[in-house]
Nanobody
Framework: QVQLVESGGGLVQAGGSMRLSCAAS?????????MSWSRQAPGKQRELVAS???????FYADFVKGRFTISRDSAENMWYLQMNSLNPEDTAVYYC?????????WGQGTQVTVSS
């Protein structure tokens, strides 16, 4: 089973920036793999924030376009979420996920809290 470990969460003031990292325990070798970030705020459903494919095609949810950037380091089996212009509505537990070979594995989540 793939282990995913997020890091980089914490407390930041509104307008600030934060970078999340996700490290996979295996080499990501599938050409059809997809790495993503989702988030879940209290009382809300988990929602997709951004994704990036093995060929580096990216997708962003409308609510983060222009503020967040997803990237990956294939050599290190890691991907990142650079978050700028954070606002209190971005407060949530952020999860990274890896989808390959018809399976999705999730990290344990990292808390991001944006204070006003």
């Amino acid at each position: 089973q793939v282990q995913l470990v997020e890091s980089g969460g914490g407390l930041v003031q509104a307008g600030g920036s934060m970078r999340l990292s996700c490290a996979a325990s295996i080499k990501i070798s599938s050409s059809s793999s997809m790495m993503s970030w989702s988030r879940q705020a209290p009382g809300k459903q988990r929602e997709l924030v951004a994704s990036i494919t093995a060929s580096r095609v990216t997708f962003y949810a409308d609510f983060v376009k222009g503020r967040f950037t997803i990237s990956r380091d294939s050599a290190e089996n890691m991907w990142y979420l650079q978050m700028n212009s954070l606002n209190p509505e971005d407060t949530a537990v952020y999860y990274c996920a890896l989808t390959q070979y018809g399976r999705t594995d999730w990290g344990q989540g990292t808390q991001v809290t944006v204070s006003s």
